[in-house]
């Protein structure tokens, strides 16, 4: 099992800034990858951004250019660092971390999710 710790996010000011970090503990020596996804009320749980353990990051179109996700090995951690934020981006926003036995072979764990709001 994998245990994840997520701290950030809040209420901002459309066009403001927020920070989301990940803790991962437990049984992570398989870790893969570490990342975010959103859910908007009444919408499917999305993809925000990931990274790999190597270091190469995916974002979803709609918050390239906005959102840069970094990662520490050494604390098995994930940072999602959020700016010019708008309405859209309103979502629960849920860690998420794989662990990949083999290329066919892998294990999804989420954070509870933390509310993050945009709003004036």
């Known amino acids: 099992q994998v245990q994840l710790v997520e701290s950030g996010g809040g209420l901002v000011r459309p066009g403001g800034s927020l920070r989301l970090s990940c803790a991962a503990s437990?049984?992570?020596?398989?870790?893969?990858?570490m990342g975010w996804y959103r859910q908007a009320p009444g919408k499917e749980r999305e993809l925000v951004a990931t990274i790999t353990t190597g270091g190469s990051a995916t974002y979803a179109d709609s918050v390239k250019g906005r959102f840069t996700i970094s990662g520490d090995n050494n604390k098995h951690t994930v940072t999602l660092q959020m700016t010019s934020l708008n309405a859209e981006d309103t979502a629960v926003y849920y860690c998420?971390?794989?662990?990949?036995?083999?290329?066919?072979?892998?294990?999804?764990?989420w954070g509870q999710g933390t509310q993050v709001t945009v709003s004036s």
């Open positions: 437990g049984s992570i020596s398989a870790l893969y990858a």
């Open positions: 998420n971390a794989e662990n990949r036995y083999s290329s066919s072979s892998w294990t999804d764990y």
